[in-house]
Structure formats: structure tokens, C-alpha cells
């Protein structure tokens, strides 16, 4: 059984910077993609940014130039580091894996708060 467990979040004033985690057990995690996805209150969840096993990146346009994806192999671990945050990124960011078509897990979320 695969579980992702990402940490990290919390308050932040805009302008600010996190760096969130999703660290991976049970499967071999190279093999994965890997996604960040957000939820903000009343919105449907959103995707945000997607690290293939080949070391590929995609992100949404509202991210940008601001938000970094990354993985350590070594560790089962993707990050997703945020800078120059806004109140509009306000939201529960989910860790989302994908290792076949029938082989795809969800964090639990962790809450990112941009206020000041």
C-alpha cells in the first residue's frame, strides 16, 4: 500500500517563501510522476505542477517563474518550493502520485495560508 505524507505548510506573509514535502513509502518511487495539486476554500482542486520519473516539469500558468518542483530518489521524496507567494495561493496543497493507470495516491494535504 502506497502512502504519501506531505508536511511543511503553515502561514506565510505574501511575498513569502515555503517549501512543502511529500515523502513516498511502500512503492519503488522512481518509477512515479509525481503532482502538487490545491484547494482553496469553496474552489474545486487545481492542479499546480508535475514532476515526471524522467525528471520532466510542467506548471500552471499562475505558478510560473515562482513555484519549483523537485525529487530526491534517494529519499522517496518530491518537494514543491514556493516564493513570492500570494494570497491567491492560499489553499491545501495535495501530494499526488501516479505509477500506472490503475496505481494513482493521494496525500492527505497540508495547509498553506499567505496573509498578512
Known amino acids: 500500500q502506497v502512502q504519501l505524507v506531505e508536511s511543511g505548510g503553515g502561514l506565510v506573509q505574501p511575498g513569502g517563501s515555503l517549501r512543502l514535502s511529500c515523502a513516498a513509502s511502500g512503492t519503488r518511487f522512481r518509477a512515479s510522476d509525481m503532482s502538487w495539486y490545491r484547494q482553496a476554500a469553496g474552489k474545486e482542486r487545481e492542479w499546480v505542477t508535475t514532476?515526471?520519473?524522467?525528471?520532466?516539469?510542467m506548471y500552471a500558468d499562475s505558478v510560473k517563474g515562482r513555484f519549483t518542483i523537485s525529487r530526491d530518489n534517494a529519499k522517496n521524496t518530491v518537494y514543491l518550493q514556493m516564493n513570492s507567494l500570494k494570497p491567491e495561493d492560499t489553499a491545501v496543497y495535495y501530494c499526488?502520485?501516479?505509477?500506472?493507470?490503475?496505481?494513482?495516491?493521494w496525500g492527505q494535504g497540508t495547509q498553506v495560508t499567505v496573509s498578512s
Open positions: 499526488y502520485g501516479i505509477w500506472g493507470p490503475q496505481s494513482r495516491y
Open positions: 514532476i515526471s520519473d524522467g525528471g520532466g516539469r
